[in-house]
């Protein structure tokens, strides 16, 4: 069964603290591993994608990173704004929905 | 440019009511998606549509309907409410461009928040 995990479920950091959020998968035919943001109340909001192993990408203080089982978030230096619950999906070509399959997310608290 | 807008934001049913959530999206998408957010859950698929007057079944279709006759308009139709679809409802759209197997990123709206008493 496609699978993904997400660890820790929460993690609560100083403001400056850095860390990394993780993502494991067991999906045959990944097209793509998505991060989004979640603010309480609100939808998910589109952070990045990553396509292969070995592909990163930056965005202020967050960097995601790909291998072939599972996806990091760092997060350097962070601050308050930057609490919120990050929510990882994959896209595989396994099923014919096209839709996303969703860990439960890491709810991460910054505290100033 | 909106995105993807959803309404109402809040609702609250009796059990056996029925009801419409609406979702829109302006970016000229071909897909779009129903999702719905449990506490402590992932989201889950729940319809998708690949186009107007073509839709299918994600992973919890059960007591749910949908229908897109535009390109712009995706609703969600709940026939007879049970508690057990109380939950935060998500629409999403995303792109697949000619020649591509797979679609461009899903954006998501803002959520209808659904109690059933």
């Known amino acids: 069964e496609d699978q993904v995990t997400q660890s820790p479920e929460a993690l609560r950091l100083q403001e400056g603290e850095s860390s990394s959020l993780n993502c494991s998968y067991t999906v045959s035919g990944l097209r793509g591993l998505f991060w989004y943001r979640q603010d309480p109340g609100k939808g998910p909001e589109f952070l990045f994608t990553l396509y292969s192993a070995g592909e990163e990408k930056e965005k202020e203080r967050l960097k995601a990173t790909l291998t072939k089982k599972e996806s990091f978030l760092h997060i350097t230096a962070p601050k308050p704004e930057d609490s919120a619950t990050y929510l990882c999906a994959a896209l595989y070509s396994g099923g014919g929905a096209d839709g996303l399959t969703f860990g439960k997310g890491t709810h991460l608290i910054i505290q100033p | 440019n909106a995105g993807v807008t959803q309404t109402p934001k809040f609702r609250i049913l009796k059990i056996g009511q029925s009801m419409t959530l609406q979702c829109t999206q302006d970016m000229n998408h071909n897909y779009m998606y129903w999702y719905r957010q449990d506490p402590g859950m992932g989201l889950k698929l729940i319809y998708y549509?690949?186009?107007?007057?073509?839709?299918d079944k994600g992973e919890v279709p059960n007591g749910y309907n949908v229908s897109r006759s535009t390109t712009e308009d995706f609703p969600l139709r709940l026939e007879l409410a049970a508690p057990s679809q109380t939950s935060v409802y998500f629409c999403?759209?995303?792109?697949?461009?000619?020649?591509?197997?797979?679609?461009?990123?899903?954006?998501f709206g803002p959520g209808t928040r659904l109690t059933v008493l």
């Open positions: 549509s690949v186009g107007a007057g073509i839709t």
């Open positions: 999403a759209s995303s792109y697949l461009r000619a020649g591509q197997t797979y679609t461009d990123t899903q954006y």
